[in-house]
């Protein structure tokens, strides 16, 4: 017996374990501290009511009899398949039912796709990025390569003709920058990615936090992009699905690169994936509603709301930052040159406020924090004035 030597290739804790384990070692020594946590994008506000009032329904329906169902569908039941077909219309997108492919998020999705790809493949990422990309394609074995996001080119860098990259990945907007492509700016990415031969793997996890009309909410918005994009969104963030858990993941027929993507991502499914059970996805159904879509907009509007409170926060203490308009997250600059892991400590320490190390999203992320819109409006404000009389004494 050989185990899979590229483990030890990946650190050995993920950002976020390590963000729990400082704050559970912190509260052990004060108990009594009254901890803000803007650090795991987590959402705070319940699922909206239509989406409870279909799941349910849906129990109910599981426990007649006459509307128990069994084993889901391949590639998820007709019902949301549909429902999301037509959000994606809403867009000017026309997408084939055989297409779309439920999943249980986009985290999931976004490392089993890689069971389609040799390891003898070369994967470009930006940095910093969500530590996803890079630790699943380390696992495998693949070559990853950078692409530099900086605050010289807005964290939005753009495709390098002379780099030869097979498998490329891309969020926007981002996570965890806050930036978004503009369609131009995609565009050049998918003229790139078809002259190279390669595939993007795009992630629209935060698509419905976009307010600019010049971002696309989908990449296939982009002319070409069925020729070289998979597309993957969750209902996490758009609807408050991080306990509930479903999301989809899009596979156009028309992407054949060295094989048929989308028959292959079936027959991977159908082999190493149950679906999606039945009362999740009439819970995920009812968000593609119009009463559906009315309340998790209203929900969307209390985070972006949060996200104003802190940027105009960060404002009066004269810290620079970005993101905010079109993501949930807020990227910042550390103040006074200090390390992003050292703000870290001194933000726990000194404001009982938990936030996310840029430095744990690679080495352009060094100097810069996260903190996300993901609270009440009480808490976030009482976070800035924490930060505030931290940084002004």
Request: proline fraction near 4%.
């Amino acid at each position: 017996m050989k185990i899979n030597q590229n483990y030890a290739n990946v650190k050995k804790s993920y950002l976020f374990i390590e963000i729990a384990h400082r704050l559970r070692e912190y509260v052990a020594a004060h108990p009594d501290a009254d901890i803000i946590k803007m650090g795991i994008g987590d959402v705070t506000l319940p699922l909206a009511p239509a989406v409870v009032e279909a799941m349910r329904k849906a129990a109910d329906e599981m426990g007649k009899k006459e509307t128990f169902r069994g084993y889901v569908d391949d590639n998820g039941y007709d019902f949301l398949i549909n429902a999301v077909k037509n959000y994606y219309a809403n867009f000017g997108v026309d997408l084939d039912y055989w297409e779309i492919f439920i999943s249980d998020g986009a985290k999931s999705d976004l490392g089993n796709i890689l069971d389609l790809f040799d390891a003898d493949n070369t994967v470009l990422v930006t940095d910093p990025v969500y530590p996803v990309y890079v630790d699943t394609n380390v696992m495998s074995g693949r070559r990853v390569i950078f692409a530099d996001a900086t605050e010289e080119n807005g964290f939005l860098p753009l495709p390098d003709p002379s780099v030869k990259a097979d498998i490329i990945y891309l969020c926007t907007p981002n996570n965890p920058t806050g930036a978004a492509y503009t369609r131009a700016q995609l565009k050049q990415w998918v003229d790139y990615a078809k002259a190279q031969g390669a595939v993007i793997l795009f992630d629209s996890a935060y698509e419905a936090f976009i307010t600019d009309p010049d971002v696309p909410h989908s990449a296939y918005e982009i002319e070409g992009a069925r020729d070289c994009v998979i597309e993957f969104c969750s209902l996490s963030k758009t609807a408050g699905f991080t306990g509930t858990r479903c999301g989809y993941t899009i596979v156009p027929k028309t992407l054949k690169a060295d094989g048929d993507l989308n028959g292959m991502w079936l027959r991977r499914q159908t082999t190493k994936f149950n679906g999606v059970a039945y009362v999740i996805q009439r819970a995920a159904e009812a968000v593609f509603t119009p009463e559906g879509q009315r309340q998790i907009k209203e929900n969307i509007a209390y985070y972006q709301e949060n996200a104003k409170i802190l940027m105009a926060g960060l404002d009066r203490c004269g810290i620079k930052y970005f993101g905010g308009k079109n993501s949930p997250y807020i990227w910042l600059k550390c103040p006074d040159g200090m390390g992003s892991w050292e703000f870290f400590d001194k933000l726990l320490s000194e404001a009982n406020v938990v936030g996310t190390p840029g430095e744990g999203f690679g080495k352009n992320g060094k100097g810069y924090f996260r903190l996300t819109s993901f609270s009440t409006h009480e808490k976030t404000a009482e976070a800035v004035e924490r930060i505030y009389k931290m940084l002004r004494g």
